[in-house]
């Protein structure tokens, strides 16, 4: 292993940070507007067989493979098919989880900024102001004006990547791990106490009910693919996070052990996020029955605000609330910075501090096309090579071909490579170190090689017939 790769501390500070990777806005914005608009019950338990039948084993083999070879993407691929079928081209999944990992990593961290406008103005009172003004359209026009002002968008932007540039500039120990066990503890703690405050709610009976109530008669395929791609995002997968993780992990670790802990966490606090919004949501609904919830990504900077101020200390809910997204949001952008930076340590030799300053450099640029595209320029905003409204704009634009292309692809040729062209004596001996399988080698190995390369195939087909799930 080169003298500049770092290494977790020990198999908690492996955990934290994955769990990190893997907790962001994928549990506490995405999710719960899915679940809504998929009518929960069914969809939540698709999502959690998603999880369990395809989102576990394709992790296993991410951090298999990092763990493995303790090299970048490019390089581990470039290793491990050294002597194999396509050993010359099997390296191009490692570049494509880098390429993947530096898109969604500017995109992303747009939207993290978000967070930042929120908490100020949840602190100031600003948010409260507008979110109790008489005319309940107030808020849904500053959140349009908010993304129409391209020096806002930027500004925001900027504090978020520069933030995360930082905690990956101090290293594996020094950096990510210090930052993952003080921001994933209290990340946890936030949530425990915004999911007791909905216990005490009017709506908590009616959101544990609309989420595990078996609807099977509601659900459409649509519903199920949406369930198994959104359980690839969640869980940092297809897009070299898990890999590059796993490159820092400790022989004496179990990686069975670690992933499923992981895995827990993840749908758990996904499923405690819906139970803080609908809960309060619902509650709002018994208030004044005619309140409408949009079913649309924008719930959590539109209407949960509004939810909020209607009840007792709804100022300081909502500033703890954004603060829970935007911590949740920091811990999944340094492991996308770390994938890049990685890379370009192990690839180009590069020093740490160069590596990172060099390509966060790189993202930040290409990412303030997406900040600036939202921001209403005429030209960056046009861009529509999807043909569909919500692909509109460079923003639009490279989210529909990470979530819908990059990562089903990066997942599929995962499991392809370790289910068919790794040997069994190669991954079982891996899987087995560190005190074993928590399941039967063979369970994985038929998981790894056929349900989930056939589920992760079906969500590409669908995006090749046009019938995606985005």
Known sequence: MSQQRGQWSGRLGFILAAAGSAVGLGNLWKFPYITLENNGGAFV???????????????????????????????????????????????????????????????????????????????????????????????????????????????????????????????????????????????????????????????????????????????????????????????????????????????????????????????????????????????????????????????????????FYKLPGGGFISAVFYLLVAFAALTSTISLMEVVSSFAIDEFKWSRKRAVLTMGSSIFVFGLLSAVSLGGNETLSGINLIGRESTAGVFGTLDYLATNWLLPLGGLLIALFVGWILGRAETQEELEEGHGLLVSYSTWRFLIKFVAPLAVGAIIVSVILGAEYQ
């Not at 369990?52 to 951090?63: K, Q, R, S």
């Not at 993407?73 to 990992?101: H, N, Q």
């Not at 606090?269 to 924008?298: H, N, R, W, Y």
């Open 45 to 307: 338990l698709v999502y959690i067989g998603a999880v369990i039948l395809v989102g576990l084993p394709i992790m296993f083999a991410e951090v298999l493979l990092g763990r493995r070879a303790q090299k970048d993407p490019v390089g581990t691929f470039r290793l491990l098919s050294a002597g194999k079928p396509g050993a010359s081209l099997w390296p191009g999944v490692g570049i494509l989880g880098v390429i993947t990992g530096f898109i969604i990593l500017s995109y992303y961290s747009v939207v993290a900024g978000w967070t930042i406008r929120y908490i100020i103005m949840a602190l100031s009172g600003q948010l409260g102001e507008l979110a109790t003004n008489a005319d309940a359209n107030v808020l849904g026009n500053f959140f349009g004006d908010f993304l129409g002002n391209s020096t806002e968008q930027a500004v925001y932007y900027t504090l978020f990547m520069g933030a995360t540039i930082g905690v990956v500039y101090f290293g594996v120990a020094n950096g990510i791990e210090r930052v993952a066990k003080i921001l994933v503890p209290v990340l946890f703690i936030i949530l425990l106490a915004l999911t007791a405050y909905s216990t005490t709610t009017s709506g908590f009976r009616e959101a544990l009910h609309f989420l595990f109530r078996p609807n099977f008669s509601e659900l459409t395929t649509g519903s199920i693919l949406e369930a198994l791609g959104h359980s690839f995002f969640t869980l940092s997968l297809g897009m070299g996070a898990m890999l590059t993780y796993g490159s820092y992990m400790r022989k004496q670790d179990s990686i069975p052990k670690a992933v499923v802990t992981i895995s827990i966490l993840d749908t758990v606090i996904a499923i405690l996020a819906c139970i803080i919004m609908f809960s309060i949501i619902f509650t709002m609904q018994a208030i004044q029955p005619d309140f409408e919830v949009g079913k649309s990504s924008t719930i959590l900077f539109t209407t949960l605000p509004l939810v």
